[in-house]
């Protein structure tokens, strides 16, 4: 008796596994769906970004740059109805997708310097490299509340009469007094909630 009383228990319990297994990967499958894809929209001034249907918010990715120091970058409160609330994110089922600036096409660029302190330590690395130090104006959106990935501190590569060169950004930081997660101040990034720097601007 024992025997068949096991036997049942196996027949009940794959089934249930089966069952189980199938739930989860419909869980997986919504997840995904329901994540931030791509808009497709073409009339902001060549910022990308993402967009979640079901949150009604999006986090801001690459945008295009014309190499000029000095230039404006504007996030601002909400774009196509959606609240911006982040810089870089996760689309999909977790992919980093990353705040970037897009160096000019006629650039020909080698290696993009998604740290600080690599950008700060060019001239020691490319030493028969001409610097060109730009500077960037970033004006964050009262809706701003994470920076998830950033990376955008400059480029080593070839300008457009072929010299190697090496283009650092130093970034001026700038925030809508509105925004209840960070503020400005000298140019440069701090939380509301313990006055600290933010590390991912530190070169302003």
Known sequence: MQKKHS???GAIALPVALIAAAVG?????LTGAQGYRAADWTDTDGQRYYRNLVTHQAFAADVDWDGSDGAVIVIPDEVHGYKVTALGGYI???VPTAFALNAPEIWNTQVVFGDEKVAADAEKDYPNAKIVDCTVTLRLGR??????EVSCFGWQGYDE???ETVWRLRWNVECDEGNETFYAKGG???RCADGAAVEA???A
């Not at 990967?25 to 499958?29: A, D, E, G, R």
Request: glycine share 16%; net charge positive.
């Open 92 to 94: 999909g089922r977790g």
């Open 143 to 148: 809706n701003v509340k994470a920076l998830n």
């Open 25 to 29: 990967v419909l869980l997986w499958m």
């Open 188 to 190: 440069r990034l701090y």
């Open 161 to 163: 009469n072929g010299a």
């Open 201 to 203: 601007f530190r070169c």
């Open 7 to 9: 036997g049942k228990m």
